[in-house]
């Protein structure tokens, strides 16, 4: 097998084909569901997929770090990224990995016999959105993947690795060999805590994977969360940003940034410096009309994706941050986790 091409950004989690389509209150009335609900799919949920995709749906290359992945693509040059995850052996992993391809993302996907591909199916009711996701392969994914000789020669090759906190549920081994193999060669390692049930509920695997972070990326909610499960003993985000940054760290080569997004509110950015200091900044968002705001689904995502763009090509800490806020202020004027199309090209902002 020839040696595969390198990709300088890899992304780890858990893919799902989004589905989305425009519905009613009597198709979410059959299912079950509620306005605004996001929900785990039960046996009665099981038909949505397919009805929504008789309804000229739409299709995205979803999970919180394939919606990254993408929109890091989205802003770097040609084969920049590869995602890395389990589907199922189906035509919605077919549809994944088209979708995939159409966003320039090289995937490598463990394909998992028992278990169908991941999907989450969106009825859209106006500016409501309901969501149904089944988990199904994504849950799947194992170390001996990742450890294949051809695939952990990407892992290899690439200078910037990024993990969904969602995997925290799957398969923390495979965050572990990303982040040693970062801390040995000094590589940045990116993650984001994706929920707040993570902290809440998977404390244990989130700390063993904390020490090998770079940059840490949270909501405000998710950062109270963090703060509450560890008995900080406040809500404050700036502080708990700065506690976020002094955490232990295996990689003393680099200091840890601790990045909190807070919506329209300013972002904070937490770094780490010598001798126990912390310098704070923070960061105002893009602003942009609210009649232009189509869907904030995914925001924090495509700002992430914006942010590691900025960082695998060495921009600064200063324009990493504004090209994540103008990538989070393009997509919330889409439908979804999504992009503009045609691409539109980054321009620094004036702030």
Not at 160 to 171: D, E
Not at 197 to 209: G, R, S, Y
Not at 268 to 277: D, L, N, W
Request: charged share 20%; hydrophobic share 35%.
């Amino acid at each position: 097998m020839a040696a595969p091409q390198g990709y300088p950004f890899l992304c780890l989690e858990n893919p799902l084909l989004d589905i989305q389509a425009q519905g009613d209150a009597a198709l979410l009335e059959k299912y079950g569901l509620k306005d605004n609900d996001a929900i785990l799919a039960e046996d009665k949920h099981m038909g949505i997929y397919e009805e929504l995709l008789q309804k000229d749906a739409k299709l995205i290359a979803g999970g919180a770090a394939q919606n990254t992945a993408r929109g890091a693509q989205y802003m770097l040059p040609e084969n920049s990224v590869c995602y890395i995850g389990c589907v199922g052996k189906d035509k919605y992993a077919d549809i994944l990995k088209e979708a995939c391809t159409t966003a320039g993302v090289h995937t490598e996907y463990r394909v998992d016999d028992a278990q169908p591909t991941g999907k989450c199916g969106v009825i859209i009711t106006g500016h409501n959105r309901s969501m149904c996701t089944h988990l199904a392969a994504a849950n799947e994914y194992k170390l001996e993947h990742l450890k294949q000789p051809h695939i952990w020669s990407l892992a290899e090759k690439a200078q910037v690795y990024y993990i969904g906190g969602y995997h925290l549920t799957v398969c923390v081994p495979a965050i572990q060999a990303l982040g040693e193999e970062a801390a040995a060669k000094n590589k940045i390692f990116m993650l984001s805590l994706s929920a707040p049930f993570i902290p809440q509920f998977f404390k244990e695997q989130l700390d063993t994977v904390l020490p090998y972070t770079d940059y840490t990326f949270c909501n405000e909610t998710e950062a109270r969360s963090y703060s509450e499960s560890h008995s900080w003993g406040t809500d404050d985000v700036v502080e708990i940003a700065k506690k976020l940054a002094q955490l232990p760290k295996k990689n003393t080569n680099r200091p840890r940034v601790a990045i909190v997004t807070q919506g329209t509110d300013p972002t904070v950015v937490a770094t780490a410096k010598a001798g126990g200091e912390v310098e704070v900044k923070q960061f105002n968002v893009h602003e942009i009309p609210k009649s232009s705001i189509n869907d904030t689904n995914g925001a924090g995502d495509a700002f992430a994706g914006g942010f590691s763009a900025g960082i695998v090509q060495g921009k600064s800490l200063e324009e990493s941050i504004d090209m994540g806020q103008w990538l989070a202020s393009q997509s919330i004027q889409e439908l979804g986790p999504s992009f503009p199309s045609p691409k539109k090209t980054y321009t620094p902002s004036k702030q």
